[in-house]
């Protein structure tokens, strides 16, 4: 709540059964996608075991698991610090971009 009140948030999104790649796009307006960078968190073992165990492909694992991110909350660019420093945990995973959907990079 205190995030929501100092800095402003654009929205949030619970990440659940179709993971990222469908759960973000809802709080997007038409014609704004999100371009994740793959690298901003540490995923858990877990999710690297079943890839493997199950021979998931990147798409799926991302479609139908959270990867370890349960939340993701949107401010503007400019508040990115400002968040951060109202919650020392929280970390950038992306970008809003021109265009539809996601994307990792």
């Known amino acids: 709540m205190l995030l929501a009140v100092q800095v402003g ?13 469908d759960n973000i796009p809802r709080v997007i307006p038409k014609g704004l996608g ?12 877990l999710f690297k075991w079943l890839q493997e165990a199950g021979n998931i492909s990147d798409a799926e694992m991302r479609r139908t698991f959270n ?10 660019k400019d508040q990115t610090e400002a968040a951060k420093a109202v919650d020392p945990g ?11 959907g996601v994307s990792y990079v």
């Open 9 to 21: 948030l654009k929205g949030l999104v619970h990440i659940t059964g179709g993971g990222m790649t």
């Open 34 to 45: 999100v371009q994740i960078d793959s690298a901003a968190w540490h995923v858990p073992p």
């Open 67 to 76: 990867m370890g991110v349960g939340m993701v909350i949107l401010v503007s």
């Open 90 to 100: 929280l970390f950038e995973l992306g970008q809003v971009v021109e265009g539809n």
